[in-house]
């Protein structure tokens, strides 16, 4: 019987365009979602919107909208963001829903009737923007605590949620269930809430102060608070009232992902919430950081908020996704900018992992007749390592991820993946080829990679379920079927043989630094001085025989201390890494060089420059200035020959 894995992200507020906070949580509960369902659970995963309140009712009025309309509107805008992010969601739920809208009437009808609701007079300070009350002792100087904007004196009847009996009950289960609330830090912050006394929770709205929400069904000229109306959508969704047999399924959640911001309302008004109404709480409530845009918190009035859209056009999708769980530790805070994506991209993207597959495909079709190889047995120690890295891998990635670190099991796949590239450079098979009497070694060679990519392809789908396909269908396989989970299909020697391979687009295209525009003055002096210099004498075909140019990977690149133009390179070119001074330190840092790939010349006499050794030479584009380095738009394996 297969387990079940319910897990959520928060239903988003409509008042405004999805951003990167919204898409990190989104993604990172996707990521959890596909790798369940390839373990073979019976997965739900619900993410939602939060269409109820004064902020929504406020945006509408100011547009002369009614709230509904408006929130129709900007409900598209995520479901069509999830769609573009590849967000495989198995239920969207609105509070606007009936079927949100009749669980919580029934659950404000429960508490009532057990006497857990009561009227009374509140006098205190609240928050228009987080729609939330204040006591004079929790206000900052006149501020409100969270979002330290103006609070406003009310006095005024509402209802309220017997909460703060809950206080002792909620602390017991935070120390007896130690991952309840993830990660460390955050299950501390709410234990240190809980050490004061907890008040009860005001849950009405009168509505001649805001009519946008769902009515109390004991007194119809109340309406719902909206962080109580909004916390029940994880059982509504699961089908609390509706559809019992799917709730019985479903809850408790394995997994609710929140962002720190919003720790309290969850760890404490839901959990409460819940006990009240005799339900058992989540498994795992993991609040994440933020993410700050090149060290600068985000914000509108700065104008450098990420539009996540915006991000997936220029880089792609599954660059996205990748980058954003392995920049930092899932619960840690983060920090965006284009140039971290871009090396990120050009590094681990189109180096490693592109560049494994698009030369393993590269020997395939020249050595193995365009198909996988058999399946042999490797007699040598770098045979073991990489099959015993490749074998340990899902145990490795499994573990990681039930404990939502995102970031550590992609670094244990990449391990994989550095790993094959030297397995590559080691068994050199271009130089194989080239003896019949190896070519037994040869295919051993080739089958070893390819098995070790196959397997790399199955783990990397839940993070990037699009290159994972594409990787599939390059190396000629099918998708799995359903009947095969994820661990079965982990087992090394699973690669068919004979298996036709087609080398596809690339998979990772290389991100080119973003160049400055030259003012008018310099655009000027260029296109003066851009008249080409003469031809030189001809040479022969023969002359031109002499010369050996090889596909250069660039690993390393630093200054030379006292030389302005030149950089010390260590260029790969598959068979061995060569040492290259090269004059290029005006146009390019030696950062943007990393991963680049190069045209070396590979027969040129060694030379020494500034005491180091040179052995050979970069070909570039410029005469006494450096224009640019000659490259390829298409990812050729290091060592191959340029002709």
């Not at 220029?314 to 983060?334: E, I, K």
């Not at 040179?614 to 005469?623: C, D, I, V």
């Amino acid at each position: 019987m297969p387990k079940k894995f319910y897990v959520t992200t928060p239903i988003y507020y409509v008042n405004d365009v999805p951003h990167i906070g919204h898409a990190y949580t989104t993604i990172a509960a996707d990521v959890l979602a596909r790798y369940h369902r390839l373990l073979g659970d019976e997965v739900l995963f619900m993410t939602g919107s939060d269409e109820h309140g004064q902020k929504v009712e406020q945006a509408a009025k100011k547009r002369g909208i009614p709230p509904q309309e408006h929130a129709d509107e900007l409900v598209l805008g995520f479901q069509a963001l999830w769609k573009q992010l590849n967000i495989s969601n198995d239920d969207f739920i609105r509070t606007t829903e009936e079927r949100h809208k009749e669980a919580v009437t029934a659950i404000l009808n429960q508490l009532w009737e057990k006497g857990e609701i009561y009227a009374d007079t509140y006098s205190g300070w609240y928050c228009t923007p987080d729609e939330r009350f204040w006591t004079e002792k929790e206000i900052v100087d006149g501020k409100c605590p969270d979002c330290h904007r103006p609070v406003e004196a009310l006095s005024e009847r509402n209802y309220f949620f017997k909460m703060g009996q809950y206080r002792d009950r909620l602390r017991k289960h935070i120390l007896d269930h130690k991952d309840f609330i993830q990660p460390d830090s955050r299950r501390n912050e709410v234990l240190g809430f809980l050490e004061k006394d907890l008040n009860d929770l005001c849950i009405s709205r009168p509505k001649h102060r805001l009519e946008w929400g769902i009515p109390l069904p004991f007194d119809q000229e109340y309406v719902t608070y909206v962080w109580l109306d909004a916390l029940v959508n994880y059982i509504s969704g699961a089908g609390y009232i509706q559809d019992t047999a799917r709730f019985k399924i479903f809850w408790p959640s394995d997994v609710h992902l929140v962002g720190k911001d919003i720790l309290t309302t969850h760890a404490v008004y839901w959990m409460t919430t819940l006990m009240a109404l005799n339900l058992p709480l989540p498994k795992t409530l993991f609040a994440h950081g933020w993410w700050t845009l090149d060290g600068q918190k985000m914000s509108k009035s700065l104008g450098n908020v990420i539009k996540p859209s915006e991000v997936v056009e220029t880089y792609g999708v599954d660059a996205f996704r990748y980058f954003l769980l392995r920049q930092v530790p899932f619960g840690n805070d983060g920090d965006f900018s284009k140039e971290a994506l871009s090396n990120r991209v050009n590094s681990d993207l189109a180096n490693d992992i592109g560049n494994l597959l698009s030369r393993t495909l590269t020997m395939l079709e020249r050595y193995s007749e365009g198909c996988t190889p058999e399946k042999i047995q490797g007699d040598r120690q770098e045979d073991q390592d990489l099959q015993n890295m490749a074998e340990a891998l899902f145990e490795k990635v499994d573990q990681h991820l039930n404990h939502l670190q995102f970031e550590k099991a992609l670094v244990e796949i990449w391990q994989v993946i550095s790993q094959a590239n030297r397995y590559i450079e080691k068994g050199a098979p271009w130089l194989l080829a080239k003896d019949p009497a190896k070519k037994g070694r040869l295919q051993t060679v080739l089958f070893y990679t390819s098995e070790a990519i196959r397997i790399i392809s199955r783990l990397i789908a839940p993070f990037m379920p699009e290159a994972s396909k594409a990787m599939g269908k390059q190396l000629g396989l099918s998708e799995e079927s359903a009947d095969t989970t994820l661990k079965e299909a982990c087992r090394w020697g699973n690669l068919p043989p004979g298996l036709p391979v087609s080398k596809g687009k690339v998979l990772f295209p290389r991100i080119q630094p973003e160049k400055k525009e030259p003012n008018q003055a310099q655009a000027f002096k260029s296109k003066k001085s851009a008249v080409p210099p003469p031809i030189k004498d001809l040479i022969t075909i023969d002359d031109f025989a002499k010369l050996d140019l090889r596909v250069g990977v660039i690993r390393s690149a630093e200054k030379i201390e006292g030389a302005k133009k030149l950089l010390l390179l260590q260029v790969d070119i598959g068979s061995e890494k060569r040492q290259v001074v090269a004059g290029i330190a005006t146009q390019y840092a030696p950062d943007e060089l990393i991963g680049k790939e190069a045209i070396l010349i590979a027969n040129l006499q060694p030379a020494t420059i500034m005491g180091i050794e040179s052995q050979g030479m970069l070909l570039a584009a410029g005469g006494k200035k450096v224009l640019g380095l000659a490259t390829f738009s298409e990812v050729i394996p290091p060592g191959s020959t340029v002709r």
